[in-house]
């Protein structure tokens, strides 16, 4: 895997499907070595981003680059040896392995003239156990529950061991547990191998704990974007997502913990945020 930093950015992007419009005139630069997390509501355009961002999509204006080159004239063996994607709901041919699965991570790596190497099953070994799926490497992918499933294909982006990794929703069908350990792993290649993330997230929370750059996105557009204290407030979320809530400071991270309202419990007495978007507290006058 290259050590240079990859330069992974998006100008005047607009994207969509057939005649609707999904994003619109977007820039964006993706931080090089760090981990960022999309969010937004269902459907403002996070996960066509990310399309975009992988090559799947090819934009109806603007450019996506990585190094200063437009992906669309990467050669395709090239771009998978440098981005890696895990798309949402993956399928995988029926009967096959979770070995077979995590190695096909290293076919952009094997030529004619370069077959199977000891790196290559070191790279496949590494990921099985880093996603704790090593047990399940004779077992057929789609005969896996769906947080195995998920894992299962979490290690063969892992394998492929590309500078960039884009997951789309990486902690579907996981339980609480083992999406802590999907993300803590992330936060591993990150600080290990130097890896930049990009991931579509929707639960805020997690959002704010483990990305150190977070992208707020409405209506196909970039409403704000930075470190997780200066996104998520309680103004943005309101803007982003129609939700009330108050923000307040998570006891393990010190990172924002955002706390909805919700209809039931906002009976008129509750704060409103203030123009920083942050909310009063007890020791404030304000009602």
């Known amino acids: 895997m290259s050590t240079a930093e990859p330069d992974l950015r998006a100008a005047g992007l607009h994207l969509g499907y057939a005649d609707r419009a999904v994003v619109t005139d977007l820039d964006l630069a993706v931080p090089p070595g760090r981990v960022t997390a999309i969010v937004g509501a269902n459907a403002c355009g996070k996960s066509t ?3 975009a961002l992988a090559r799947l999509l090819s934009p109806r204006e603007g450019t996506v680059s990585l ?3 437009a992906l669309h004239s990467i050669p395709t063996r090239e771009l998978a040896q440098q981005l890696g994607i895990l798309p949402q709901s993956p399928v995988a041919p029926e009967g096959l392995t979770v070995l077979d699965l995590v190695n096909r991570g290293r076919s952009p790596h094997q030529t004619w003239w370069r077959q199977w190497t000891k790196s290559d099953e070191q790279a496949v070994h590494d990921a099985l156990e880093a996603t704790g799926v090593t047990e399940l490497a004779d077992r057929a992918v789609d005969e896996l529950s769906g947080g195995q499933r998920q894992r299962a294909w ?14 789309d929703e990486p902690t579907t069908y996981l339980d609480l547990a083992h999406q802590i350990d999907v993300l803590d792993l992330i936060i591993d290649l990150n600080r290990r191998e130097g890896r930049t993330v990009v991931m579509v997230l929707h639960d805020l929370n997690q959002a704010c704990r483990y990305a150190d750059h977070v992208i707020a996105m409405k209506s196909g557009r970039i409403v704000a974007e930075g470190a997780p204290a200066e996104v998520i407030t309680a103004s943005t979320v309101e803007d982003v997502f129609g939700l009330r809530c108050q923000v307040t400071t998570d006891p393990v991270s010190s990172t924002p913990l955002v706390i909805p309202i919700g209809r039931h419990f906002d009976d008129g007495s509750q704060p409103t945020a203030t123009d920083d978007g942050s909310w009063p507290t007890a020791t404030d006058d304000r009602p």
């Open 67 to 69: 190094d200063g080159r």
């Open 154 to 167: 979490i290690a063969m982006a892992v394998a492929q061991s590309t500078p960039v990794l884009l997951l």
């Open 49 to 51: 981003l990310l399309r």
